[in-house]
């Protein structure tokens, strides 16, 4: 596999951003039951306006309101969603990630 066959790869991808207020005595339940759930790659706890967001990772647009819509948005203890599609990741580690040969870093 190229270089050129990650990268390409990589751009099927449709990544979602998900902000998600629930039930506050309920949190660490609700983000282990989206942690479960087939599309969503991470959960993080956050300080701020919204309790949890999850990072929903799929290979077609469909997709997003199936996992969202349909399997997020109905975890007991979910009040609300704020979703955000990511068109382009400006990532150094990602860069990173795909344009290493396997040398290890000069320290």
Not at 5 to 10: F, I, P, R, S, V
Not at 11 to 23: G, M, N, Q, R
Not at 42 to 70: C, H, K, P, W
Not at 78 to 94: E, L, N, W
Request: glycine share 4%.
């Amino acid at each position: 596999m190229t270089v050129v066959d990650l990268l390409e790869g990589a751009s099927k991808v449709i990544t979602a951003i998900v902000l998600i207020d629930c039930v506050t005595d309920s949190i660490p339940e609700v983000a282990e039951s989206i942690a479960n759930l087939d599309g969503v790659s991470e959960v993080y706890s956050v300080a701020g306006n919204t309790d949890l967001i999850a990072m929903v990772r799929v290979r077609q647009f469909e997709d997003i309101a199936e996992v969202i819509a349909n399997k997020i948005s109905k975890v007991p203890g979910v009040v609300d969603t704020d979703t955000h599609i990511a068109f382009r990741a400006h990532s150094r580690h990602d860069l990173d990630a795909a344009f290493a040969i396997g040398l290890p870093d000069p320290d």
